[in-house]
């Protein structure tokens, strides 16, 4: 068995800079928390105890500081930015970096109604967040907030969901809905953004979209959210939310004698409800946008072959599906042999249940939705035909069955027994690359 080093990066975690502009008799602060990452050729660091490659944590953290004068902080975005280039130009075993940058708030203390000149208040929790990720000329920015603390005491219901014997949670008409909120927001491109006057608009419309929205459920309320930031902002290209549901009680005040119409609560930090989501712009304009950790994914999704999907995604941007499609079916004509069978054990026999484990369930249910499993005779007839299939190329029979009868497939089953095995191996792939083709349609619609 062989030992290899898997994926690794390092960097220095939790630089606190605090940047002061003192040009005028009123200063401006940007009170930052930043972490720093490298990724590249550093296997002779670890099997080889090799620092020639290494450019030290601790000089990741001077950058820091330098790049907070030489540079300057206008926005954590673009400190970020200008940070994570000048790493990777320092460090040329590098293929990328990434930076991730907290800002804490300050407000100018009031007085007299003005805000002084060089005195100020720390605000509150909340905490605004960026994530830069530099990789060769690509830069992806993620920008957000998190611990925005929020809460509504009406215009909120729960009720009408599904219970089983173990449920004794009663409907809510009228409940408080509170959340300390997480929210991150990636850009479509790093260039000719107003990162700070960005970070304003969206902050303003969570919050007037929470306020102002009746909610049926907190995930109903952060759906509204991430549409009227996308609707707003052509820049972004999709918003994700962590929201823990901070739950208020009505407290029973009978035993003494009051009633308690919605008026007194008992806040309960734990356990509580987490709800995660992500809205994004569908398409192929979104396709194209996002970063290869998003979308080689949902490529995989549609062909499990690693290599596969790195070289469609290598070939963005796409002007039209069609391109896409011919660049699919392009790479997949030079799948290995290691490649097919990885790719075919994905798939579930056909008129076999797809197992979560193992299979894509989701994709593979609707496929094989023309395949009644309730009939004892089809049913048979496709083990029987598996099984000698089995036998005969050892490896599982697939067919794009979306759109197909179960007796068109037992009769494609029954034709392809007599193939040679190249021929065989070659309509195999063809029959992988159409469920691609749907697949990677429904994913792009």
Same mark, same amino acid.
């Given at each position: #068995? ?222 509204? #959210? ?220």
């Amino acid at each position: #068995m062989g030992i290899v080093l898997g994926p690794n990066q390092y960097g220095k975690a939790e630089t606190r800079v605090v940047r002061i502009v003192r040009d005028t008799a009123r200063h401006e602060i940007r009170d930052l928390n930043v972490s720093t990452a490298l990724r590249g050729d550093f296997a002779s660091a670890h099997t080889a105890g090799d620092q020639s490659h290494v450019l030290p944590t601790d000089t990741q953290k001077n950058t820091a500081f330098v790049y907070a004068k030489k540079h300057g902080v206008t926005s954590p975005e673009d400190y970020a930015l200008a940070l994570g280039r000048r790493l990777l130009e320092a460090t040329p075993a590098a293929s990328g970096a990434t930076i991730g940058v907290e800002e804490y708030a300050w407000d100018r203390i009031d007085v007299d109604g003005a805000g002084h000149d060089h005195a100020f208040v720390r605000r509150g929790g909340e905490v605004r967040t960026t994530r830069v990720d530099l990789t060769g000329d690509r830069a992806v920015v993620v920008s957000g907030l998190k611990d925005l603390v929020v809460l509504k005491s009406t215009g909120s219901e729960f009720k009408g969901f599904l219970r089983d014997e173990y449920t004794t949670l009663p409907d809510a008409d009228d409940r408080i809905l509170a959340t300390a909120l997480r929210a991150e927001w990636r850009y479509a491109g790093a260039t000719g953004v107003d990162w700070d006057a960005t970070y304003a608009a969206v902050r303003a419309l969570l919050l007037a979209t929470f306020a102002t929205t009746y909610s049926r459920a907190l995930q109903e309320t952060l759906y509204a #959210m991430g549409r009227a930031v996308l609707e707003a902002h052509e820049d972004i290209a999709e918003i994700s939310f962590s929201a823990p549901n901070k739950h208020h009680f009505l407290v029973d005040l009978a035993p003494f004698g009051l009633d308690n119409p919605g008026e007194v609560f008992v806040a309960a930090d734990r356990p509580y409800g987490l709800i995660e989501a992500t809205v994004t712009r569908s398409g192929l304009e979104a396709f194209n946008d996002q970063p290869a950790e998003v979308a080689r994914p949902l490529l995989l999704t549609c062909l499990d072959v690693p290599r596969w999907a790195d070289e469609v995604l290598a070939r963005r941007p796409y002007d039209h599906l069609a391109e896409v499609e011919e660049r699919m079916l392009e790479v997949a004509l030079t799948i290995t042999d290691d490649e097919l069978e990885h790719a075919l054990a994905r798939h579930p026999r056909i008129g076999e249940r797809a197992d979560a484990a193992r299979h894509d369930v989701d994709h593979s249910t609707r496929e094989q939705s023309g395949v009644d499993r309730s009939d004892a005779d089809v049913v048979r007839r496709l083990e029987e035909g598996n099984r000698a299939y089995e036998e005969r190329f050892g490896q599982v029979f697939i067919i794009r069955a979306a759109g197909r009868e179960a007796p068109e497939i037992l009769d494609e089953l029954q034709r392809r027994l007599d193939n040679t095995d190249d021929d065989e191996r070659v309509e195999t792939i063809n029959q992988l690359a159409q469920i691609a083709l749907l697949r990677v349609r429904e994913v792009l619609a």
